[in-house]
């Protein structure tokens, strides 16, 4: 099986014994799941890892849970998924509303919960940090715009330089604004990979994001894209000598209130 997408409520179902049971017969997870299981009723006092093995499929994942799964609500995560679902979003964090009076309940239950909980409110808050670190938005949010792309250069090294941020959409893409010809479109259109990292000197937080750029011309685009420190360079949104360096972010890490994350989208 592939690496699983994080569950809807924040647990890495890939670390979890339930899926290592169902991915692996793995004994130690099992041996783990024995007491449980007794207490339950779901095999007898006498039986042990094995039987708990037998049961398997126990979980797939909290997004490929099956009717064959033993324990198909994943984690007692109440309902997370459906909602996430509903709203169409990858997991509570992403919502308006984390978190929700059940959601807290829910992650005061042990360990695992909470740890998913700060997982969630990390992301969140570096979303928070990139929507406000574009031209777009910094006079509300009182943030800055700079960040640092780092692409591959003509030998193939790497290479990291300053650039500006128009918008963002969280982490789904950011924008960038260069001029074709330029350095940047001309190893993007090499080798479209890019780490993109901002640091925010407030909150002493740094988010590392790597992904690929597309090169966009598209009048409708570049219109949305512009800003006024642009005019120094070209004139206005029609100018074809300039272009949209649009970033998708693939991975991250991510540094905030001296915590690294790390995963993927
Ligand atoms: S959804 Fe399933 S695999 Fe994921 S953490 Fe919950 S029980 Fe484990
Ligand atoms: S309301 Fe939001 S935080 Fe609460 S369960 Fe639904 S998606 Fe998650």
């Not at 793995?26 to 299981?37: G, I, P, R, T």
């Not at 997991?91 to 005061?108: A, K, L, R, V």
Request: hydrophobic share 35%.
């Amino acid at each position: 099986m592939d690496k699983l997408k994080m569950a809807a409520c924040g647990v890495d179902c890939n670390e979890c014994g339930q899926y290592k049971v169902t991915k692996d017969h793995d004994m130690k997870s099992a041996e783990l799941l024995v007491e449980w299981f007794r207490i339950r009723g779901w095999i007898e006092p006498n039986e042990g890892a094995e039987a708990v093995i037998k049961k398997a499929p126990l979980c797939n994942g909290c997004w490929n849970t099956t009717d064959d799964c033993f324990w198909k609500c994943g984690c007692g995560s109440r309902d997370f998924r459906v909602c996430c679902k509903e709203k169409q979003i990858n997991h509570c964090g992403e919502c308006e509303n984390f978190p929700c009076e059940n959601y807290i309940e829910w992650s005061t239950w042990n360990e695992a919960h909470k740890k998913a909980m700060d997982y969630l409110k990390t992301l969140k808050k570096a979303k928070e940090i990139v929507c406000g670190s574009t031209m777009h938005t910094v006079s509300e949010s009182g943030l800055g715009a700079d960040w640092v792309m780092s692409l591959t250069d003509e030998e193939s090294y790497p290479a990291a330089s300053m650039i500006t941020a128009s918008r963002a959409d969280g982490f789904k893409w950011i924008a960038f604004c260069s001029g074709l010809g330029w350095n940047k479109p001309n190893r993007v259109e090499k080798d479209p990979r890019s780490c993109v990292y901002l640091f925010d000197k407030e909150s002493f937080s740094g988010i590392s994001l790597t992904g690929k750029i597309k090169i966009i011309t598209d009048l409708e685009v570049k219109k949305q894209m512009w800003y006024d420190a642009l005019g120094d360079f070209w004139n206005g949104y029609e100018d074809d000598r300039w272009c949209v360096l649009m970033f998708k972010p693939e991975k991250y890490s991510i540094f905030i209130d001296n915590r690294t994350i790390r995963g993927e989208f």
